[in-house]
């Protein structure tokens, strides 16, 4: 609508300066009719065109957020359920990304520190899943952890 708006206002402008330099007064007045007709008839074509068809919308809405979280989602899990080497290169570095937030622990600060409220909250057999020091260069043929271990992971991570 904005750009309908200024095309219409620069329409109007540029017919007034061609009132001024035009001396046949005759002539303004069929282009000046002619340019409101067109203006008018864009604003038409606008206001009846198609809700779907308006590109200047923002794609940001509920559904489509929903569309785009439920398939993230869906993703992180087939990954779980997927080998090690999918979850040391997809889920293991958002997790312990998120390990960090939740906790304000740094690993380049203190290693030691890092590792041992990681071993507190998720305890051993679960921190060797979220632990970032801890990915297997041989990891093709091992399973994940499973579901059940993302599950249990992001619950303990939502509880901090």
Same mark, same amino acid.
């Given at each position: 609508?904005?750009?309908?708006?200024?095309?219409?206002?620069?329409?109007?402008?540029?017919?007034?300066?061609?009132?001024?330099?035009?001396?046949?007064?005759?002539?303004?007045?069929?282009?000046?009719?002619?340019?409101?007709?067109?203006?008018?008839?864009?604003?038409?074509?606008?206001?009846?065109?198609?809700?779907?068809?308006?590109?200047?919308?923002?794609?940001? &809405?509920?559904?489509?957020? !929903? =569309?785009?979280? %439920?398939? $993230?989602?869906?993703? /992180?899990?087939?990954?779980?359920?997927?080998? @090690?080497? &999918?979850?040391?290169?997809? !889920? =293991?570095?958002? %997790?312990? $990304?998120?390990?960090? /937030?939740?906790?304000?622990?740094?690993?380049? @600060?203190?290693?030691?520190?890092?590792?041992?409220?990681?071993?507190?909250?998720?305890?051993?057999? /679960?921190?060797?899943?979220?632990?970032?020091?801890?990915?297997?260069?041989?990891?093709?043929?091992?399973?994940?952890?499973?579901?059940?271990?993302?599950?249990?992971?992001?619950?303990?991570?939502?509880?901090?």
């Amino acid at each position: 609508m904005k750009k309908l708006v200024a095309a219409g206002i620069f329409i109007v402008v540029l017919v007034e300066v061609m009132a001024l330099a035009v001396l046949d007064r005759e002539i303004v007045l069929v282009v000046v009719g002619a340019m409101v007709a067109v203006v008018l008839l864009g604003l038409r074509l606008y206001l009846v065109r198609e809700p779907g068809d308006d590109s200047d919308t923002v794609g940001n &809405d509920a559904a489509e957020s !929903l =569309r785009r979280w %439920l398939s $993230r989602t869906e993703t /992180l899990v087939s990954r779980a359920e997927s080998t @090690r080497r &999918d979850w040391d290169r997809h !889920l =293991r570095p958002m %997790l312990a $990304r998120q390990f960090e /937030l939740a906790t304000g622990q740094r690993q380049a @600060r203190n290693h030691a520190s890092f590792h041992a409220t990681g071993a507190m909250l998720f305890g051993a057999e /679960l921190w060797g899943w979220v632990d970032p020091q801890n990915v297997s260069r041989t990891g093709e043929s091992e399973p994940g952890p499973g579901r059940e271990a993302l599950d249990e992971i992001l619950r303990r991570l939502e509880q901090v």
